[in-house]
């Protein structure tokens, strides 16, 4: 080699200084000899970054472009090895390495050059760019996520749309009534919040809610979606010849609309539409003592919230786990849980395979049994606020034994996937948690070291 080059402190001899282009001609000579983890030691030993310089002599050569990619990996320059890959045209090596390095919006770009949008998505996500990551999301069907980044994009009514489809409805009516009156999604996130409170038993605030938002207007193009779904519930409660009157201006503003007409069959009626001059119909000997309006409260505000009570949540307030989670955070983990009914027998966790989730049990109890062969051992029966499985969010090694329902039980599920998203969005409640995790681990280990003393 026509430059050697040799890093003092290794063997305490050698050079500590020398040119820019010393060292870039000594490692470009080393890598055409196929010297790639001695030319990756002396770079990464290398105090300036000249790793940009190397990449530029080198880019018409493309064995000494892989070459250096390889050197540069060595040396852990990952960013700079997924350039090299991108250069060299491999862009899911690449994608992989600028995720390596942190660089996740370039890491999402090359995701996407080869059309590995799921991933692409979540480096989106992990680069803040949550509108990007939701509309990919939906691309590849992952509503569940797509909402959440809609969220973060303060998109509340694609939010809430995708969680209301999802069957999420306390969350579809958080978001939902975040939409602002002059947005153009309004009337129709009104008409999901109706949908939801009749779903859950409350078609009078439904009937409010959508009151509250037509005021008094007539049927046109701006409110029909609103009086379709108020007649909807009219007819739901049995008030049949209110929901056939709005049926029926329904069909008087659209003689098409929908299935109004089959509506007003179901209902008894006969349509009759009538001269479109003429003025909707006040109603007929039928409809004696029809009013499209509901009696309120004296000083009512008809489109005001609707405030949703999170069953369970004071459940979780109350168990250790939580005890030093502040309420918001309290709240935003509450959102990430899923309530889950097991079985008798239904296993929970199964000993040997990753965990996927921490289970609260909110009622009924679990058996904790060690497995070993045919042989089945109870070590632990776990009751209301006990919890199970929370090393498996910090943790992907195989659970270490088996979690199975003892008659009818009812848990608070977080998943390991919105756990760890979780901590990624809220640093102080990741610190909070796991000191948590901690406190229980080091418990649970001295109760067994106790155990084991007395034997």
Known sequence: MAVGIEIKGREGEGNTFLTTAQVIQGLTEMLS??????AADIYSRCQEDIGYLLINKVQSEHRLQKLVANMFFRARDFDKAA???????EFDKSAQLYE??????????????????????????C??????????????????????????????????????????????????????????????????????????????????????VIKSRPVGKDTAELYYHLAGIHQAKGNNAVARNIFQQL?????????????????????????????????????????????????AEPAAAIVGVMDGFDFLQKIPLFADMPLQEMKAFYNISEERKFQDGERLIEQGRPGMALYVIRAGKVSVQRVEGDLVTEVAVLHAGDHAGEMSLVDE???????AALGEVVAFEVSRDHFLRFLQANDKFAVRVLRVFVRTLCDRLRETTSKLATQ
């Open 100 to 125: 390596q390095s942190d660089d996740y919006r370039s890491a999402a770009e090359m995701y996407a050059r080869v059309e590995n949008y799921e991933k692409a998505a979540e480096m989106f996500e």
């Open 33 to 38: 000899d196929g010297k790639v983890a001695d």
């Open 397 to 403: 090694s195989p659970t270490s034994a088996r979690v």
């Open 251 to 299: 069909l008087n503003f659209d003689i098409g609309y929908k299935d109004v007409e089959e509506k007003i069959k179901e209902l008894g009626g006969q349509t009759a539409v009538p001269d479109k001059a003429a003025p909707l119909p006040d109603g007929g000997e039928d409809d004696e003592d029809i009013d499209l309006e509901v009696e309120m409260p004296a000083g």
């Open 127 to 212: 680069n803040q760019n949550y509108r990007q990551a939701a509309e990919l999301y939906l691309k590849v069907k992952n509503f569940s996520r797509s909402a959440a980044n809609y969220e973060k994009a303060v998109n509340y009514f694609l939010a809430g749309k995708l969680y209301h489809d999802l069957g999420k409805y306390r969350k579809s009516m958080e978001l939902l009534q975040k939409v602002q009156a002059q947005d153009d999604t309004f009337e129709e996130a009104t008409v999901l919040i109706g949908d939801i409170l009749g779903r859950n038993g409350y078609p009078d605030l439904a009937i409010k809610k959508l009151l509250g």
């Open 83 to 89: 350039l090299c890959c991108e250069n060299l045209g």
